[in-house]
Every structure is written in structure tokens, then in C-alpha cells.
């Protein structure tokens, strides 16, 4: 009796988890809603976010600050054992969800730092694989200006064609 109450209640407990959108790679609760990437593109409250945030394997999102009026969210799109991983950061406020421009060096060990109110800082070391060799890199998302930049030197920030893809 004891065995069964335990193995019903443990296995009612991840789907408590799972029902808000903690515990799951593919959800993350924001102060505007649930932004999911469990089809591979980001939505807010089930919408597409524009411009529209597509995964290339697989779309991961995770929480990585919070401001006055927004939280910020970095995507991990995987792409395979080419370029195994890829980035964005989305800006999340009362009138949606803005992603930039997916970024990185392919390696998908990485370090995020938080400025509180300034920037978002990704660190990567160098990659290297069978079909590449790139350096290390560290990229900075300014929050006032919503503008990347890598090793100090301004790179896209926006999509193309109002569509944001990982590689």
C-alpha cells in the first residue's frame, strides 16, 4: 500500500512541473506569458512570436533576466554535428517577443553573465570539429538598444525576411 500511494504520487509530481512550465527545456514562465519552443518555434501564450523564432533540430529556451518592463530569454537551436549549436535573445514585454538574429561560434558549451539593466553577456569557447576550427568568442546583448555585438564589434542583430533561424 505504501509502495503504490509513493510510485502514484512521484509519478504525479512531474506532471505538476510540467503543466506550468518549469522542469521542461522546451517552457519557460515569463511575466507576460509562456513562451514555448516545444514545435521547434517560439511562441508566446501558443502564438508565434514575429519575427518568428525557428529551432534547426530542436529549440531550447531558457529565463536569463529580468528588468523593469522586460525578461529576456536565450534560445539554444542544435544543429547537428556540423555546428552543433546556435543563439538568440528574446526581449519579452507587453507587446510580445522580439528575438534577434541566431549567433555563436557553433560550440554549444557557453557561460551566460548579467550586467542587471545593461547587457546580457555569452561567452564561448573555441569549437572545433572534423569540418571546422573557429576561436572563442564572446558575445554582448546591450538591453536599452536591443544590438549584439562580438569581441567588441557590432554583428546583425535582426532577422532577414521577419525570420530568426537557428543553424
Known amino acids: 500500500m505504501k509502495i503504490s500511494?509513493?510510485?502514484a504520487l512521484t509519478a504525479f509530481i512531474p506532471s505538476?512541473?510540467?503543466a506550468d512550465g518549469t522542469g521542461d527545456a522546451h517552457k519557460v514562465k515569463t511575466r507576460f506569458g509562456v513562451a514555448d519552443s516545444t514545435t521547434h518555434e517560439l511562441t508566446l501564450n501558443g502564438k508565434p512570436v514575429h519575427p518568428r523564432a525557428i529551432g534547426n533540430g530542436f529549440l531550447l529556451v531558457d529565463k536569463v533576466a529580468q528588468t523593469g518592463d522586460a525578461d529576456y530569454l536565450l534560445l539554444t537551436s542544435d544543429g547537428g554535428a556540423a555546428c552543433p549549436a546556435s543563439f538568440s535573445v528574446v526581449k519579452v514585454t507587453t507587446s510580445g517577443a522580439t528575438p534577434t538574429a541566431f549567433f555563436?561560434?557553433?560550440?554549444d558549451r557557453h557561460k551566460v553573465e548579467v550586467v542587471e539593466g545593461k547587457s546580457i553577456i555569452v561567452s564561448f569557447p573555441e569549437f572545433r570539429n572534423q569540418y571546422v576550427h573557429v576561436a572563442g568568442t564572446t558575445i554582448v546583448y546591450d538591453m536599452p538598444?536591443?544590438?549584439l555585438t562580438e569581441n567588441g564589434r557590432p554583428i546583425a542583430s535582426s532577422c532577414q525576411k521577419a525570420i530568426c533561424e537557428g543553424l
Open 5 to 7: 500511494l509513493f510510485l
Open 16 to 18: 505538476l512541473a510540467l
Open 104 to 107: 555563436g561560434n557553433c560550440e
Open 145 to 147: 538598444t536591443g544590438k
